[in-house]
C-alpha cells in the first residue's frame, strides 16, 4: 500500500511563488514515476508534471519555464517549485505515483489559490 502526503498549498497573489511538496510511504522506487496533476473548478483534473528516476521530466505546456518538479529519492517526496504564478493556476493539486505493478496512487489534494 501507497500513502502520499501533499503540503505546501495556499493563497498568493499573481506572479507570486509557492513550492509543493509530496512524501510518499511504502514500495516506492526512484523508477517510479510522480507527478502532479490539478483540477480547477468546474474542469476535469489535468496533467501537470511527471518526473522519473530524478531525470526524466514532462511537463504541460502551460506551465513549461515557470513550473520545475524535482524528487529526493532518499526521503521519496517530490516537490513543485511553481513560479509566476497566473489565476488560471488556481485549483487543487495532487500529487501521483504509480508503482511498478502499474497501480496509481493520489494524494489528498491541496489547494493553490492565485489571486490577480
Known amino acids: 500500500q501507497v500513502q502520499l502526503v501533499e503540503s505546501g498549498g495556499g493563497l ?31 474542469k476535469q ?3 501537470v508534471a511527471e518526473i522519473i528516476s530524478g531525470r526524466s521530466t514532462k511537463y504541460v505546456d502551460s506551465v513549461k519555464g515557470r513550473f520545475t518538479i524535482s524528487r529526493d529519492n532518499a526521503k521519496n517526496t517530490v516537490y513543485l517549485q511553481m513560479n509566476s504564478l497566473k489565476p488560471q493556476d488556481t485549483g487543487i493539486y495532487y500529487c501521483t505515483v504509480v508503482t511498478t505493478t502499474t497501480v496509481r496512487y493520489w494524494g489528498q489534494g491541496t489547494q493553490v489559490t492565485v489571486s490577480s
Open 12 to 42: 498568493v497573489q499573481a506572479g507570486g511563488s509557492l513550492r509543493l511538496s509530496c512524501a510518499a510511504s511504502g514500495s516506492i522506487f526512484s523508477i517510479n514515476p510522480m507527478g502532479w496533476y490539478r483540477q480547477a473548478p468546474g
Open 45 to 47: 483534473r489535468e496533467f
